[in-house]
């Protein structure tokens, strides 16, 4: 099973900042927190990832508590581009298998 | 990074057959793993390519329903064997290397099954 928790969908006007909660209250000290989002008819693509201190790329900010038992992804100015279903996930490396959850189903709204 | 390139992109089978879908890699890495995407839902990992050795499977998947060859670090098959309409899905290959933390996915096959 999944080891994280998100909201089913969301939605978010364009040019606003989009932000994605996900709970994964039973992750391990050793464990990373990722995220992936997948557009419609691709395979799934790489956000941004983090062990405990904030984290930002070009792509996005992530946000993980002091307790690591949740965390918030950020698109700091949603374009319709951004539709897209993303997934939090917790693991040990990349490297390893990594379990999908449902997910969010993230739609932008002109 | 990866260029990961999945092949057929699509097809439309007959029940009964088997079909074997292909992950060809840019550059040498170290896992390969296979995903099932059913319609609507989220993606369901079905095995682990090891390379030089027999798969490692999820539970509820077995090698004889979905035997998968790695030949070698940039190459591997997965074969959907006697396809059932219930096998109508997308599946995708994805890989990763040891010490990076992005896992790169193929594009998927989208297989209907009639």
């Known amino acids: 099973d999944a080891k994280t928790t998100q909201p089913t969908s969301m939605d978010c006007a364009e040019g606003r900042a989009a932000n994605l909660p996900c709970n994964h209250s039973?992750?391990?000290?050793?464990?990373?927190v990722y995220w992936y989002r997948q557009i419609h008819s691709q395979g799934p693509q790489y956000i941004i990832h983090?062990?405990?201190n904030n984290e930002t790329n070009e792509m996005a900010s992530l946000i993980i508590t002091e307790d690591r038992k949740s965390s918030t992804l950020i698109l700091p100015h949603a374009t319709l581009r951004d539709t897209a279903v993303y997934y939090c996930i917790v693991g040990y490396s990349s490297a390893s298998k990594i379990i999908f959850g449902s997910g969010t189903r993230l739609s932008i709204r002109p | 990074s990866a260029v990961i390139s999945q092949k057929p992109s699509r097809d439309i089978c007959q029940r009964g057959t088997s079909l074997t879908i292909q992950c060809q890699v840019d550059?040498?890495?170290?896992?390969m793993f296979w995903y099932r995407q059913q319609p609507g839902q989220s993606l369901t990992l079905i095995a682990t390519a090891n390379q030089g050795s027999e798969a490692t499977y999820e539970s509820g998947f077995v090698i004889d329903k979905f035997p998968i060859s790695r030949p070698n670090l940039t190459f591997s098959t997965l074969t959907v064997s006697n396809m059932s309409p219930e096998d109508s899905s997308i599946y995708l290959c994805?890989?990763?290397?040891?010490?990076?933390?992005?896992?790169?996915f193929g594009a998927g096959t989208r297989l209907s099954v009639l």
């Open positions: 994805s890989v990763g290397r040891t010490g990076e933390n992005i896992q790169y």
């Open positions: 983090g062990l405990k």
């Open positions: 039973t992750i391990s000290g050793n464990e990373y």
């Open positions: 550059s040498q890495v170290t896992m």
